[in-house]
């Protein structure tokens, strides 16, 4: 595993950290592999429960790394998928939740990839900028799309078409990000987060996600599958385990239950 991108698996949580601060974590071919192998490892991985996504001390990420993306531009739609487009599969399709932290900068796909995640912390230094357009560029991974439908147009365009640069601030008040801390409280907020999610029962934690990353659909369809698949949870081990923990009056242990 390069070591531009470290991997740290402790306690069920894998933490994945953009690992290049001289060039701002700027992401290279390299690291984009690195990280997606990271994630699908830790998907297949049954001591894995969550994933944190950061940078280092001041940076999360500025984004692609130009001087790669000229050199050997990302061929989206080609029968090869490109090393970005393996890392954002990967984030995209996680089953399992992902949280990130983001001390400092994030720029482009760095702010791209915030909404594939499940909680983004960051510290009160930080700041997001997608400077597509101002590059001559699109906006990509599906963020035409998931910023209009989270902030609204005529907010999703001061991000997507002025390249507007937010603030902490903006960003927990248009809903990018889920709290702000402190730069030396972020890790520990993400990390007690991440271990909240991992202790959970993994399958109804999954079945969560799934839910609130699918398609709008008309309401009552959503209410029927949500029924469906409440039936079908009160039969799981994971229930059971539960139930059970409720009525002795303990804590329950998903742990024992090999859902992976
Ligand atoms: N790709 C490649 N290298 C990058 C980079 C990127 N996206 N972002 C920063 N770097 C490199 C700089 O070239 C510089 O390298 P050098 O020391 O060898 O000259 C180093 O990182 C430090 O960057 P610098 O610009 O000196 O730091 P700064 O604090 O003045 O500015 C940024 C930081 C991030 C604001 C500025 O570097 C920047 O705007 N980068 C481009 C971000 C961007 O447009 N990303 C979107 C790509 S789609």
Redesign the pocket.
Known sequence: MSELVLVDTAERIRTISFNRP???N?LTRAMYTAAAQAIEDGERNGDVRAFILTGTSGVFT????????MERPPAMGSDETPPVGRFMNALLHAKKPVVAAVDG?A???GVTLLMHCDLVYCSDRASFKT??VD?A?APEYGSSQTMTRAFGHQIAAELLMLGASWDAWRAEQTGLVTRTTTPEALMDTARTAAAALAAKPPAALAKAKELMRMAPEPVEDRVAREGRLFSELLQSPEFAEAAAAFMERRAPDFDKLTTG
Request: hydrophobic share 55%; glycine share 10%.
């Open positions: 001289d060039k701002k700027a500025a984004g692609n790394d130009i001087v790669d993306f900068l720029i482009g796909i400077p597509f590059l560029l």
